[in-house]
């Protein structure tokens, strides 16, 4: 089974810097990795999703990449803001069937 | 309309209720799933649909009934829950099962007295 973890399980910086949240899953057979941002009670929402086939996404101040060998992906966000505050979650699809790992997540706290 | 909307938005039960929560959405989307999350825990897979068919069940207990009445709707029946099956409810669409981004619903919180 899959196994995804996320490391730090929470980080805190001041507002403007830039920071990295990183990913690993033990089986590399994957189908693709996504990002998501969970705000306190609510639902998930969809930052970046990176096929197998590729090895970064990006989007404004995120980019996420992907190393498929070495069981990696990383979130890279660029001039961090008090809003970017929240619980980030990586999940990755399995290549067979429709399983979907999530990881543990890292919760993330920007201050002003 | 690119949302997914789940009701109700909270729900207490006692143990020998029977509820539904509802998620709907218009996006055309033919994959729909339910997951299940514990505060602090990462959500967790309980039922995929496919072309309104179960296509994944991960060992849900049988109090948890699914229910896709067409490609737009997906229901999950609840009866006679214990209490650490309180937790955030979400459900998910994608345009496909599998390979493409999911879209999620704001959540049931659910508390079982």
């Known amino acids: 089974k899959q196994e995804v973890t996320q490391i730090p399980a929470a980080l805190s910086v001041p507002e403007g810097e830039n920071l990295v949240l990183n990913c690993s899953f033990t089986d590399s057979a994957i189908y693709n990795l996504q990002w998501f941002r969970q705000d306190p009670g609510k639902g998930l929402t969809s930052l970046l999703l990176?096929?197998?086939?590729?090895r970064e996404q990006t989007s404004g101040r995120l980019n996420a990449s992907l190393d498929k060998s070495s069981g990696r992906s990383t979130l890279y966000i660029a001039a961090s803001q008090p809003g970017d505050s929240a619980t980030y979650l990586c999940?990755?699809?399995?290549?067979?069937?429709?399983?979907?790992?999530f990881g543990t997540g890292t919760s993330l706290t920007v201050i002003p | 309309d690119t949302e997914v909307t789940q009701t109700p938005k909270h729900l207490v039960m006692g143990m020998t209720n029977k509820k539904s929560l509802k998620c709907e959405q218009h996006m055309g989307h033919r994959a729909m799933y339910w997951y299940k999350q514990k505060a602090k825990k990462p959500p967790e897979l309980m039922f995929v649909?496919?072309?309104?068919?179960?296509?994944i069940n991960e060992s849900v207990p049988s109090r948890f009934s699914p229910e896709c009445p067409n490609s737009s709707l997906l229901n999950l029946h609840l009866h006679a829950l214990q209490p650490e099956d309180s937790a955030l409810y979400l459900c998910?669409?994608?345009?496909?099962?599998?390979?493409?981004?999911?879209?999620f619903g704001p959540g049931t919180r659910l508390t079982v007295l």
């Open positions: 649909y496919s072309y309104e068919k179960l296509s």
């Open positions: 990176i096929q197998s086939s590729q």
């Open positions: 998910a669409s994608s345009p496909r099962a599998g390979a493409d981004t999911q879209y």
């Open positions: 999940a990755s699809l399995m290549g067979t069937g429709n399983q979907f790992y």
